[in-house]
């Protein structure tokens, strides 16, 4: 199982990207999936998540707003916009363990993913 994130770049205040992260090996249609960050000598942290239904997306605080997780066959995208130079950070894509198919795990749970994306650079400066 891969998880491949792409569309990291170096936008400037005010801009926007889109992320986009695609599953191989195995097909996360129903699963949750979400988006955390990990800022240079900071722990990794939630962004935002996609329930498996698609029904229900959650946002952390600092992104509500600016920030939209949607998802496709098998790929799931982040649109950033407004971005911010504090959220320069690897983003990375994550997928739950297979005990959460068709059910929710806790979003924000770094414990509740097993499968992780290589991470995409995000620098946002002027």
């Known amino acids: 199982v891969q998880l491949q994130a792409s569309g990291g770049g170096s936008p400037q205040p005010g801009g926007s990207l889109r992320l986009s992260c695609t599953a191989s090996g195995r097909s996360f249609n129903s699963y949750a999936m979400a988006w955390f960050r990990q800022a240079p000598g900071k722990e990794r942290e939630f962004v935002a998540a996609i329930s498996w239904r698609d029904e229900h997306t959650v946002y952390a605080d600092s992104v509500k707003g600016r920030f939209t997780i949607s998802r496709g066959k098998n790929t799931v995208y982040l649109q950033m916009d407004i971005l911010k130079p504090e959220d320069t950070a690897v983003y990375y894509c994550?997928?739950?363990?297979?005990?959460?198919?068709?059910?929710?795990?806790?979003?924000?749970?770094?414990?509740?993913?097993?499968?992780w994306g290589q991470g995409t650079q995000v620098t946002v400066s002027s």
């Open positions: 994550a997928a739950p363990f297979l005990k959460f198919y068709q059910r929710d795990p806790n979003y924000d749970d770094r414990t509740s993913y097993a499968y």
